[in-house]
Protein backbone atom coordinates (compact mmCIF):
# COMPACT_ATOMS: atom_id res chain seq x y z
CA UNK A 1 0.00 0.00 0.00
CA UNK A 2 1.18 3.21 -1.00
CA UNK A 3 2.01 6.09 1.32
CA UNK A 4 -0.34 8.08 -0.30
CA UNK A 5 -3.35 5.59 0.32
CA UNK A 6 -2.80 4.89 3.79
CA UNK A 7 -5.86 4.52 5.83
CA UNK A 8 -6.18 7.80 8.40
CA UNK A 9 -8.00 6.81 11.60
CA UNK A 10 -8.10 9.10 14.14
CA UNK A 11 -10.73 12.31 13.76
CA UNK A 12 -8.17 15.27 14.44
CA UNK A 13 -5.44 14.07 11.75
CA UNK A 14 -9.21 13.55 9.46
CA UNK A 15 -9.90 17.18 9.73
CA UNK A 16 -6.80 18.66 9.27
CA UNK A 17 -6.15 16.43 6.10
CA UNK A 18 -9.68 17.91 5.07
CA UNK A 19 -8.59 21.30 5.08
CA UNK A 20 -5.27 20.89 4.06
CA UNK A 21 -6.22 19.17 0.16
CA UNK A 22 -8.76 21.48 0.16
CA UNK A 23 -6.23 24.71 0.13
CA UNK A 24 -5.52 24.91 -3.78
CA UNK A 25 -9.65 25.19 -4.26
CA UNK A 26 -9.60 27.81 -1.20
CA UNK A 27 -6.86 29.84 -2.48
CA UNK A 28 -8.98 29.70 -5.81
CA UNK A 29 -11.51 30.92 -4.16
CA UNK A 30 -10.41 33.73 -1.96
CA UNK A 31 -10.71 35.96 -5.41
CA UNK A 32 -14.43 34.68 -5.46
CA UNK A 33 -15.39 35.67 -1.97
CA UNK A 34 -13.73 39.32 -2.53
CA UNK A 35 -15.53 40.35 -5.12
CA UNK A 36 -18.86 38.88 -4.36
CA UNK A 37 -18.61 41.39 -1.62
CA UNK A 38 -18.13 44.27 -3.25
CA UNK A 39 -20.24 43.10 -5.84
CA UNK A 40 -23.18 43.64 -3.51
CA UNK A 41 -22.36 46.82 -2.35
CA UNK A 42 -21.59 47.89 -5.35
CA UNK A 43 -25.38 47.12 -6.81
CA UNK A 44 -26.57 49.37 -3.83
CA UNK A 45 -27.32 46.64 -1.55
CA UNK A 46 -27.18 47.05 2.50
CA UNK A 47 -23.90 45.92 3.97
CA UNK A 48 -25.43 43.02 5.65
CA UNK A 49 -27.37 41.61 2.90
CA UNK A 50 -24.03 39.99 1.69
CA UNK A 51 -22.61 39.39 4.61
CA UNK A 52 -26.21 37.69 5.70
CA UNK A 53 -26.23 35.39 3.01
CA UNK A 54 -22.71 33.95 2.71
CA UNK A 55 -23.41 32.65 6.77
CA UNK A 56 -26.73 31.22 6.04
CA UNK A 57 -26.95 30.22 2.55
CA UNK A 58 -22.98 29.59 1.56
CA UNK A 59 -23.55 28.41 -2.22
CA UNK A 60 -21.52 31.02 -4.01
CA UNK A 61 -22.92 30.42 -7.48
CA UNK A 62 -26.23 30.80 -6.45
CA UNK A 63 -25.30 34.05 -4.64
CA UNK A 64 -23.88 35.60 -7.33
CA UNK A 65 -27.12 34.72 -9.22
CA UNK A 66 -29.17 36.18 -7.08
CA UNK A 67 -27.11 39.40 -6.71
CA UNK A 68 -26.93 39.52 -10.77
CA UNK A 69 -30.96 39.23 -10.80
CA UNK A 70 -31.69 41.65 -7.95
CA UNK A 71 -29.77 43.92 -9.56
CA UNK A 72 -31.39 42.84 -13.13
CA UNK A 73 -34.76 43.90 -11.32
CA UNK A 74 -35.91 40.22 -12.13
CA UNK A 75 -39.17 38.91 -10.85
CA UNK A 76 -38.81 36.91 -7.36
CA UNK A 77 -39.95 33.66 -9.23
CA UNK A 78 -37.55 34.05 -11.50
CA UNK A 79 -34.71 34.64 -8.97
CA UNK A 80 -36.00 31.44 -6.75
CA UNK A 81 -36.25 29.64 -10.05
CA UNK A 82 -32.76 30.55 -11.19
CA UNK A 83 -30.89 29.89 -7.99
CA UNK A 84 -33.08 26.73 -7.24
CA UNK A 85 -31.34 24.93 -10.77
CA UNK A 86 -28.06 26.26 -9.97
CA UNK A 87 -28.07 24.26 -6.74
CA UNK A 88 -29.74 21.05 -8.29
CA UNK A 89 -26.11 19.53 -9.12
CA UNK A 90 -26.12 19.12 -4.86
CA UNK A 91 -28.62 16.55 -5.38
CA UNK A 92 -26.21 14.83 -7.29
CA UNK A 93 -23.50 15.23 -4.81
CA UNK A 94 -25.51 13.95 -2.18
CA UNK A 95 -26.82 11.32 -4.03
CA UNK A 96 -23.49 10.44 -4.58
CA UNK A 97 -21.97 10.50 -1.12
CA UNK A 98 -25.28 8.67 0.45
CA UNK A 99 -23.38 5.70 0.80
CA UNK A 100 -20.44 7.27 2.77
CA UNK A 101 -22.35 9.31 5.12
CA UNK A 102 -26.19 6.66 5.74
CA UNK A 103 -24.43 5.14 9.05
CA UNK A 104 -24.59 8.90 10.26
CA UNK A 105 -26.86 10.51 12.25
CA UNK A 106 -29.18 12.95 11.24
CA UNK A 107 -27.44 15.48 13.09
CA UNK A 108 -23.88 15.13 11.14
CA UNK A 109 -25.98 14.46 8.02
CA UNK A 110 -27.82 17.46 8.29
CA UNK A 111 -24.53 19.56 9.05
CA UNK A 112 -22.86 17.86 5.94
CA UNK A 113 -25.74 18.99 3.88
CA UNK A 114 -25.59 22.66 4.53
CA UNK A 115 -21.48 22.18 3.84
CA UNK A 116 -22.06 20.24 0.63
CA UNK A 117 -20.24 22.93 -2.15
CA UNK A 118 -18.91 21.59 -5.25
CA UNK A 119 -14.97 22.33 -3.83
CA UNK A 120 -15.50 20.12 -0.62
CA UNK A 121 -17.12 17.36 -2.95
CA UNK A 122 -14.18 17.39 -4.92
CA UNK A 123 -11.53 17.73 -2.56
CA UNK A 124 -12.96 14.49 0.06
CA UNK A 125 -14.31 12.11 -2.67
CA UNK A 126 -11.45 10.65 -4.36
CA UNK A 127 -9.71 9.77 -0.83
CA UNK A 128 -13.07 7.85 0.01
CA UNK A 129 -12.56 6.05 -3.57
CA UNK A 130 -9.09 5.47 -3.18
CA UNK A 131 -9.60 4.24 0.87
CA UNK A 132 -7.45 7.07 2.45
CA UNK A 133 -11.04 7.62 4.22
CA UNK A 134 -13.33 4.94 5.43
CA UNK A 135 -16.25 5.73 7.23
CA UNK A 136 -15.19 6.19 10.55
CA UNK A 137 -13.53 8.91 9.75
CA UNK A 138 -14.30 10.60 6.29
CA UNK A 139 -16.95 12.85 8.13
CA UNK A 140 -14.59 14.41 9.81
CA UNK A 141 -12.30 15.19 6.89
CA UNK A 142 -15.42 16.49 4.98
CA UNK A 143 -16.26 18.80 7.89
CA UNK A 144 -12.57 19.87 8.46
CA UNK A 145 -12.80 20.86 4.63
CA UNK A 146 -15.87 22.43 4.88
CA UNK A 147 -15.07 24.74 7.73
CA UNK A 148 -11.86 25.83 6.02
CA UNK A 149 -14.11 26.88 3.31
CA UNK A 150 -16.96 28.37 4.92
CA UNK A 151 -14.86 30.22 7.31
CA UNK A 152 -12.61 31.86 3.88
CA UNK A 153 -16.03 32.45 2.53
CA UNK A 154 -17.54 34.82 5.04
CA UNK A 155 -13.92 36.42 6.04
CA UNK A 156 -13.34 37.45 2.13
CA UNK A 157 -17.08 38.00 1.53
CA UNK A 158 -16.28 40.98 4.41
CA UNK A 159 -13.22 42.08 2.82
CA UNK A 160 -15.19 42.54 -0.14
CA UNK A 161 -17.76 44.09 1.58
CA UNK A 162 -15.52 46.70 3.43
CA UNK A 163 -13.61 46.96 0.26
CA UNK A 164 -16.33 47.26 -1.88
CA UNK A 165 -17.69 50.55 0.40
CA UNK A 166 -14.17 52.63 0.38
CA UNK A 167 -12.95 51.92 -3.56
CA UNK A 168 -15.05 52.50 -6.47
CA UNK A 169 -15.23 50.16 -9.03
CA UNK A 170 -13.88 47.11 -7.61
CA UNK A 171 -16.44 44.92 -10.07
CA UNK A 172 -14.41 46.12 -12.66
CA UNK A 173 -11.34 45.01 -11.86
CA UNK A 174 -11.79 40.93 -13.30
CA UNK A 175 -11.33 39.37 -10.13
CA UNK A 176 -14.76 37.21 -11.18
CA UNK A 177 -12.35 35.04 -13.52
CA UNK A 178 -11.23 33.11 -10.21
CA UNK A 179 -14.61 31.73 -10.20
CA UNK A 180 -14.64 30.63 -13.68
CA UNK A 181 -10.82 29.35 -12.87
CA UNK A 182 -12.12 27.19 -9.55
CA UNK A 183 -14.94 25.72 -11.35
CA UNK A 184 -13.08 24.51 -13.72
CA UNK A 185 -10.74 22.96 -12.23
CA UNK A 186 -13.49 21.15 -10.04
CA UNK A 187 -14.97 19.57 -13.59
CA UNK A 188 -11.75 18.66 -15.49
CA UNK A 189 -10.90 15.19 -13.47
CA UNK A 190 -14.68 14.48 -14.61
CA UNK A 191 -14.61 14.98 -17.63
CA UNK A 192 -13.01 11.28 -18.55
CA UNK A 193 -16.29 9.65 -19.98
CA UNK A 194 -18.52 10.51 -22.83
CA UNK A 195 -21.90 11.93 -20.76
CA UNK A 196 -19.80 14.35 -18.96
CA UNK A 197 -18.26 15.59 -22.06
CA UNK A 198 -21.80 15.49 -23.36
CA UNK A 199 -22.77 17.90 -20.42
CA UNK A 200 -19.77 19.95 -20.44
CA UNK A 201 -20.13 20.85 -24.35
CA UNK A 202 -24.09 20.99 -24.38
CA UNK A 203 -24.91 23.07 -21.18
CA UNK A 204 -21.38 24.99 -22.40
CA UNK A 205 -22.16 25.75 -26.05
CA UNK A 206 -25.95 26.60 -24.78
CA UNK A 207 -25.20 29.25 -22.19
CA UNK A 208 -22.98 31.10 -25.18
CA UNK A 209 -25.79 31.32 -27.21
CA UNK A 210 -28.68 31.91 -25.04
CA UNK A 211 -26.23 34.59 -23.09
CA UNK A 212 -28.46 37.60 -24.09
CA UNK A 213 -31.91 36.06 -23.22
CA UNK A 214 -33.41 38.14 -20.25
CA UNK A 215 -33.33 37.55 -16.43
CA UNK A 216 -30.18 35.48 -17.06
CA UNK A 217 -32.94 32.40 -18.30
CA UNK A 218 -30.27 31.31 -20.86
CA UNK A 219 -27.98 29.68 -17.96
CA UNK A 220 -31.61 28.04 -16.81
CA UNK A 221 -32.02 26.60 -19.89
CA UNK A 222 -28.40 25.25 -20.66
CA UNK A 223 -28.60 23.62 -17.46
CA UNK A 224 -31.69 21.73 -17.77
CA UNK A 225 -30.68 20.72 -21.51
CA UNK A 226 -27.27 20.21 -20.55
CA UNK A 227 -28.02 17.40 -17.84
CA UNK A 228 -31.14 16.14 -20.06
CA UNK A 229 -28.27 15.44 -22.83
CA UNK A 230 -25.65 13.79 -20.20
CA UNK A 231 -28.39 11.23 -19.30
CA UNK A 232 -29.81 10.70 -22.59
CA UNK A 233 -26.04 9.69 -23.82
CA UNK A 234 -25.59 7.65 -20.78
CA UNK A 235 -28.94 5.84 -21.62
CA UNK A 236 -27.57 5.54 -24.84
CA UNK A 237 -23.93 4.46 -24.25
CA UNK A 238 -25.15 1.89 -21.42
CA UNK A 239 -27.36 0.10 -24.29
CA UNK A 240 -24.72 0.08 -26.36
CA UNK A 241 -22.47 -2.05 -24.27
CA UNK A 242 -25.28 -3.78 -23.38
CA UNK A 243 -25.98 -5.05 -26.86
CA UNK A 244 -22.32 -5.08 -27.46
CA UNK A 245 -21.79 -7.99 -24.69
CA UNK A 246 -24.82 -10.18 -25.81
CA UNK A 247 -23.37 -10.02 -29.19
CA UNK A 248 -21.28 -13.82 -30.41
Do not use: C
Amino acid sequence: MSVNTVPILHKWPAMRFGALVSLPMIIGNMPFGFIFGSLAVSQGLPLWVPMAMSFFVFAGSAQFVAIGLLAAGAPLWVIISTTFIVNLRHLLYAADFMKYVRHLSLKWRALMAFGLIDETYAAVTPYYQNGRLHLEVGHWAYLGSFLAFYTIWNVTTFLGVVAGKYIPNMSQWGLEFAMVATFLGIITPYLRSLPYWTVFLVSGGLAVVLYNLPNNLGMLIAALLGVAAGLLSEQVQTRFKSSAEVQP
